[in-house]
């Protein structure tokens, strides 16, 4: 072959080869309304669930209006990440959470029947309370084990094992732990959280309860429209709200706000790229103003919390829709059907072990040299991220050994 002849071959191979890649591209990252807002809640899934990780890493930090240190040394940048990691922006996982769950028991289901109904009911039963109550079994246990660990080790009365079943045992499965007893809503009543005995299924219990009343949110939708979201927004950041445990605000806006899109055939990635451009800048200037007033640990940030916390959950869906189409990602099957199970996971305890949290924690303090903040920075960044991949791990070995019964604890998934 001629030169000539050569090198117009190459140019005809390139030109073919290109065209096939950016048909093959094209042919990718062309998705309808609905695949790109399904790929998108699909790839919010693992991250949101490192943002819980995060929030129960609970970093011993201040405010950096009051810090006594300079927030440009290592102590400073600490500090300012332990608040925007574990206060400020990772507050909108569980909110997002809500949000999503709300939109996908509505999207097929615009209009009412109670047979429909009744089927998404049964539905859940195995996606939520099957879960919840086997994980609040298992720390249930795990308590009682400790308890009885005492009574036969250090000789601590037997009578504790009775008193705390008594005191206790419907508690564990609903609101055996209590915190954020010392904040106020704007009328200045006294707040209180509550969860059960594994303390992140709070988020699963106000679900299953919000799900129950799906009857009450689908026809507030369909009467008030957008009224009854904002005045689940009004309350929401105002925190005035009846202190009912288990009925949350946070569950009943958010659900009621994705129930709102989805009744109403409303896409959320469109949503939100429509107001991006007050969207984006606003959820900047809340986060900084949040993080100085350390999110929710002061009085100035509770005001400012709730507010950034929405903005910040339209703008995850914005940027996670913008990787979706623009640079065509897509989520793991493994990382999406392993969310439920790090979250139910991660924070559960476990006799001598601990939590997985705690002991991947433990670990990488041996593990990483030095004692001073840099390694408490190392270890804060890595901890979450080392403790999903364990939990990912102990979740393929269950699966291998006991699939049907893995099926259950991670929600059919």
Known sequence: MSVSGRSMHIKQHRFIMKKFFTCNSNTESVLTKEQSQSATIDLLRFPLAIMVIFIHMSPSVVSPLVADFNLLSWQGIYNVLGVVLSHVLTGIAVPTFFMISGFLFFVNFRQWSWDGYKNKIRSRVKTLLIPYIMWNAMALISVLLCVTGGVLLKGKPSYGIVYFLRENAWHAFYDIHEWDTTRVNWLGIGLRMTGPCDLPLWFLRDLIIVTLLSPVVYYSVKRLGRVIVLLLFLAYISRIWPLVQGISVTAVFYFTTGAYFAVNGLNIIEFASKYRRLLLPMYA?????????????????????????????????????????????????????????????????????????????????????????????????????????????????????????VMLLSGNK
């Open 285 to 405: 200037l809340m986060l900084v103003l949040t993080t100085m007033y350390d999110g929710m640990n002061t009085l100035v940030g509770q005001k400012l919390y709730p507010i950034c916390i929405c903005l910040g959950v339209f703008t995850a869906f914005h940027v996670a829709s913008q990787a979706v189409i623009r640079y065509n990602m897509r989520a793991s099957r493994l990382l999406v059907s392993s969310c439920f199970f790090i979250y139910a996971f991660h924070d559960l305890s476990i006799p001598i072990v601990g939590s997985p949290l705690y002991a991947v924690r433990a670990v990488l303090s041996r593990l990483i040299p030095g004692d001073c903040v840099m390694e408490k920075i190392a270890i804060y960044l890595v901890t979450p991220f080392v403790t999903a991949a364990l939990c990912i791990v102990v979740l393929i070995v269950l699966r291998k050994l006991f699939p049907k019964k």
